[in-house]
Structure formats: C-alpha cells, structure tokens
C-alpha cells in the first residue's frame, strides 16, 4: 500500500465521521476514474423540498473527495413514486429519499417507521426512537429482507389538509372525496366517513383541479403552495394551536440504498453516507420549516382560511386511532415488535400520550 493511499484513507475517514466539509484531495479518487455515481430520485415534485435535496446532492462529490456523487432526480423523473423500490432493488435507480410511509406496501412494519394518527407527535420522539430505542436497526433488518439499505430517517414536518370546503370538526369530512396516503391513515378518515382515494404527491393538483377530490392531504405548507395548491382549494384544516397535524405529525422520509450498491462502498463511505443522511435531516427538516413560515403569508395573501379542529375531536380521533394500531400491528409480527417499543415509550413517563384505560381489552400479538 502506497504511502499517499494510506494517507487518503485517513482523510476520508476523518470525512466520514464529520459528514461535512471538502477533502484535502478532493481529485484523487476522478482522477483514476473510481467516482461512484449513484441516480437518486426523491418523492419531492417540486418546489423547496425539492431544491434542497438538488442542493444536498451536490456536496456529495466534493465531500467524499470525489469517491461518490449523488446524480439526483425529483418524483416521476425516472420512475413512479409506488415504482421506487422496484427501480433501487432492481439497479435501475442505486438510491432513493421517498416518504417512509409509501414501504408499507411491502413492508407492514414501515406503517410505524413514520408517523401515525395520534401515535409519535414530535421529530425528536422519532430520533429516540432510531438511534435510541432500536428502531433503526429494525427498520435495516426489515429492509435487508427486501434487498434494499435504509441508511436513516430524513425528517420533513407535519402534513395538513387543503380542502375546496371548510373543515372545522371530524363531522365535515363524511361524504368527502379525500386524498389519503394510504393505510392507517387512509382508513382513519374512511371510519369519519370520507371516501379516500391513493394518489401520488405529482397528482394531487390535477385531481383538485377537476374535482375528481374536494380533500387532500400532503405534506407542509412551503412544498404545497409552490404545488398550487392555493390555485384549487380555499381551506387549510389543522389540529389545535400546537398540535399542526393530528394525522401525520411527522411525516418521515428517509435515504434507502438498493443492497448492490450499499455493499459496493467502502466502510468509510459507508459511515460518510449515514452521516450525510443525519445532517441532510437536519437540515431539510429546518430549511422546509423556514419556507413555511413564508408560505403563510402567501396562503393568507390568497385568501386560504385556516381552521383548525378543537381538542373534542382529537378525543374523537383518537377512539378510532387507538384500535387500528392495533389491527395494523397485528398483521405482521415485525410490525408488532416495532409497534411495542413506541406503545412503550407513549406510556412513559417521558410523553404520557397513552394511558391503560385506552387500550384497555387491546392486545398486541407479539
């Protein structure tokens, strides 16, 4: 081994532990031809949430010292939202930042590795959940099985509902033709009488235009407007003061790597790239949030009203939350093992959300 090999190796583990910051020879890697380029496409269609990620990825070649660079796609540029994890298991695309909740089509478990109605309401609820309670090194086993790396969670902020009509209690949702993103969520509002349809993010704006839905749910206020979606609705509904998504607090994305190319990097690489993820999150989660204390104005400037549901209906939504996490833990013993580890924690002492009077004749079938 050649002393200036040896000595690249101590840069790039010293980059992969600080997960920033140019190399000292960002061209040795070029140079040979060794760059790794990885096609990866998020669920982003557009807007901040999109160019945050461009942006994100264009570190990549320079803070790797030019050993890995991230080619990024926004949604629908190479493949569907729903055909991301065929294209990364496949080779097609080598990673992907969807949102988490779209895996519990062939992950059941990966309903709870994201939030849920009334489950986990806040992002460091979910950051002691991964690095402090286990969950990550359930959601890679999960992942393995499928043939893919979930390298970590990438947090986004709270989803909230556009709608062409008020929505000012759980009432005013029955007969609604609502966009729901599948699963507990979906069928939440099902239960309150809404007819719930599954679309991508990419199709929610034609579908309001012409009023194939009155209702949609989609992620936070900065990503929609640049959507237009003040262009086809006139109502934002929201939990109480506080409380800005009783549905979806926390809507997770996350980095998954197909297994191919994860095992194809080197240790340091590796290290580099779950690095990288922990600060992307970071800062996604802060730039998104930032953009929508501007998007109100423009919400408000546009005429959207805002209105928000009263504490008697989160009471109300929670009767019907608390036994589909139940149903939807019991369909898959992996999905049970995840779904303990938070039940446990929403009963600590540490956030109380949960009490024994509520899942009171409730078992989990572990």
Same mark, same amino acid.
């Given at each position: 081994?050649?002393?200036?090999?040896?000595?690249?190796?101590?840069?790039?583990?010293?980059?992969?532990?600080?997960?920033?910051?140019?190399?000292?020879?960002?061209?040795?890697?070029?140079?040979?031809?060794?760059?790794?380029?990885?096609?990866?496409?998020?669920?982003?269609?557009?807007?901040?949430?999109?160019?945050?990620?461009?942006?994100?990825?264009?570190?990549?070649?320079?803070?790797?010292?030019?050993?890995?660079?991230?080619?990024?796609?926004?949604?629908?540029?190479?493949?569907?939202?729903?055909?991301?994890?065929?294209?990364?298991?496949?080779?097609?695309?080598?990673?992907?930042?969807?949102?988490?909740?779209?895996?519990?089509?062939?992950?059941?478990?990966?309903?709870?590795?994201?939030?849920?109605?009334?489950?986990?309401?806040?992002?460091?609820?979910?950051?002691?959940?991964?690095?402090?309670?286990?969950? $990550?090194?359930? =959601?890679?086993? %999960?992942?393995?099985? +499928?043939?893919?790396?979930?390298?970590?969670?990438? &947090? *986004?902020?709270?989803?909230?509902?556009?709608?062409?009509?008020?929505?000012?209690?759980?009432?005013?949702?029955?007969?609604?033709?609502?966009?729901?993103?599948?699963?507990?969520?979906?069928?939440?509002?099902?239960?309150?009488?809404?007819?719930?349809?599954?679309?991508?993010?990419?199709?929610?704006?034609?579908?309001?235009?012409?009023?194939?839905?009155?209702?949609?749910?989609?992620?936070?206020?900065?990503?929609?407007?640049?959507?237009?979606?003040?262009?086809?609705?006139?109502?934002?509904?929201?939990?109480?003061?506080?409380?800005?998504?009783?549905?979806?607090?926390?809507?997770?994305?996350?980095?998954?790597?197909?297994?191919?190319?994860?095992?194809? $990097?080197?240790? =340091?690489?590796? %290290?580099?790239?779950? +690095?990288?993820?922990?600060?992307?999150?970071?800062? &996604? *989660?802060?730039?998104?949030?930032?953009?929508?204390?501007?998007?109100?104005?423009?919400?408000?400037?546009?005429?959207?009203?805002?209105?928000?549901?009263?504490?008697?209906?989160?009471?109300?939504?929670?009767?019907?939350?608390?036994?589909?996490?139940?149903?939807?833990?019991?369909?898959?013993?992996?999905?049970?093992?995840?779904?303990?580890?938070?039940?446990?924690?929403?009963?600590?002492?540490?956030?109380?959300?949960?009490?024994?009077?509520?899942?009171?004749?409730?078992?989990?079938?572990?």
């Amino acid at each position: 081994m050649t002393e200036q090999s040896i000595s690249r190796r101590k840069v790039l583990g010293g980059a992969a532990v600080a997960g920033a910051g140019a190399l000292a020879a960002p061209n040795l890697a070029t140079a040979a031809g060794h760059t790794k380029t990885w096609k990866i496409q998020t669920s982003h269609a557009g807007g901040i949430g999109l160019q945050i990620f461009k942006d994100w990825c264009g570190t990549i070649e320079e803070k790797s010292g030019g050993e890995l660079a991230f080619q990024p796609f926004g949604a629908k540029d190479v493949v569907g939202d729903f055909q991301l994890y065929d294209a990364v298991k496949n080779g097609v695309l080598q990673a992907v930042n969807p949102f988490t909740i779209y895996a519990q089509s062939i992950i059941p478990a990966a309903v709870f590795l994201t939030s849920y109605p009334l489950g986990l309401r806040n992002p460091h609820e979910f950051d002691t959940f991964f690095y402090g309670l286990g969950g $990550l090194e359930m =959601a890679r086993e %999960l992942y393995a099985a +499928q043939g893919m790396h979930f390298v970590g969670p990438v &947090h *986004h902020g709270p989803n909230i509902i556009h709608s062409k009509v008020p929505i000012r209690s759980v009432d005013d949702f029955r007969g609604r033709k609502m966009r729901a993103p599948g699963g507990m969520v979906a069928e939440l509002f099902s239960e309150l009488g809404a007819e719930t349809t599954l679309l991508p993010g990419s199709e929610i704006f034609p579908a309001l235009e012409k009023g194939t839905i009155d209702v949609a749910d989609y992620v936070g206020p900065a990503v929609n407007y640049a959507l237009g979606f003040s262009q086809v609705t006139d109502y934002i509904s929201m939990g109480p003061p506080g409380f800005m998504s009783v549905y979806q607090p926390v809507d997770l994305m996350d980095i998954t790597v197909g297994q191919a190319a994860w095992d194809d $990097l080197s240790d =340091a690489m590796k %290290l580099f790239v779950e +690095q990288e993820t922990k600060s992307y999150s970071i800062e &996604h *989660h802060a730039k998104v949030q930032k953009a929508d204390q501007e998007a109100w104005k423009k919400f408000e400037e546009d005429g959207t009203e805002v209105t928000r549901l009263s504490q008697d209906d989160v009471d109300i939504m929670t009767e019907v939350a608390v036994p589909l996490w139940f149903k939807y833990a019991n369909r898959d013993k992996n999905a049970a093992k995840v779904f303990k580890v938070q039940l446990d924690y929403m009963m600590s002492g540490s956030l109380g959300y949960v009490t024994p009077d509520m899942i009171e004749g409730l078992e989990l079938d572990l």
